[in-house]
Nanobody, 121 residues
Framework: QVQLVESGGGLVQPEGSLRLSCAASGRIFSIYTMGWYRQAPGKQRELVADITTRGSTNYADSVKGRFTISRDNAKNTVYLQMNSLKTEDTAVYYC???????????????WGQGTQVTVSS
């Protein structure tokens, strides 16, 4: 099956930085997008940023100019560099993989277990 290993969450002060990583492995024929979503207490899960294999990116308006998503296709790994963090960025951050398991199958979505990011003084 597929495994997603997330790392990099933690506690940081406002205006600080964190870098999240998510490495995919397992039964993967092809990857379309890798991305990050977040869910704050009492709120719905929302897209933070995603990136295609060709490097096309998509960001939530609330993080544009502060967060940068990147990808290492050789390692099936996606990174999220988060700068100028705000208290409202506090949430559980989830990695999402959109991929094809084997040739001829359709796209599947797979979620990581999440990593907590807390921005607080």
């Amino acid at each position: 099956q597929v495994q997603l290993v997330e790392s990099g969450g933690g506690l940081v002060q406002p205006e600080g930085s964190l870098r999240l990583s998510c490495a995919a492995s397992g039964r993967i024929f092809s990857i379309y997008t890798m991305g990050w979503y977040r869910q704050a207490p009492g709120k719905q899960r929302e897209l933070v940023a995603d990136i295609t294999t060709r490097g096309s990116t998509n960001y939530a308006d609330s993080v544009k100019g502060r967060f940068t998503i990147s990808r290492d296709n050789a390692k099936n790994t996606v990174y999220l560099q988060m700068n100028s963090l705000k208290t409202e960025d506090t949430a559980v951050y989830y990695c999402k993989l959109r991929y094809i398991p084997t040739r001829g199958q359709g796209w599947n979505d797979y979620w990581g277990q999440g990593t907590q990011v807390t921005v607080s003084s």
